[in-house]
């Protein structure tokens, strides 16, 4: 049997990184409208329709970026509570292992 080796830090530790980019794009999503405002008149109709169309696009986007990002951060910190645990149980079901003193071993 292949032994299963996991870096539980560093998957928890992607998982924080992965959250703090999803905060980042719900930051955009959510101002998304509030930039398209702060745009204004460009002057040509043209323009200000294709910066408008653009924001909302890239605001939709970030939003479904997020949804998903949020899901794949809960399935790591479960991963890592899941394999804690497993590794926990793993360890207590193994007993000890005698110590070996010269000329016997100590129980």
């Given amino acids: 049997m ?6 539980l830090d560093g998957l928890a530790r992607t998982g ?3 959250d703090d980019a999803l905060g980042v794009a719900r930051q955009v999503h959510d101002r998304g ?3 398209a ?3 204004g008149d460009f002057g040509s109709p043209v323009l200000r329709n294709a910066v408008h169309d653009f924001l909302d696009e890239w605001s939709y986007g970030c939003g479904l970026i997020a949804d998903d990002a949020q899901v794949l ?3 790591l910190q479960q991963a890592v509570t899941t394999y804690r645990a497993a590794d926990e149980a793993a360890a ?3 007993p000890p292992a005698p110590v070996v003193v010269l000329g016997g071993t100590a129980q």
């Fill in 2 to 7: 292949a032994d299963l080796v996991v870096d």
């Fill in 92 to 94: 207590a079901a193994v």
């Fill in 16 to 18: 924080r990184r992965l």
């Fill in 73 to 75: 951060v809960e399935m």
């Fill in 33 to 35: 409208a509030g930039v």
């Fill in 37 to 39: 405002a702060e745009v």
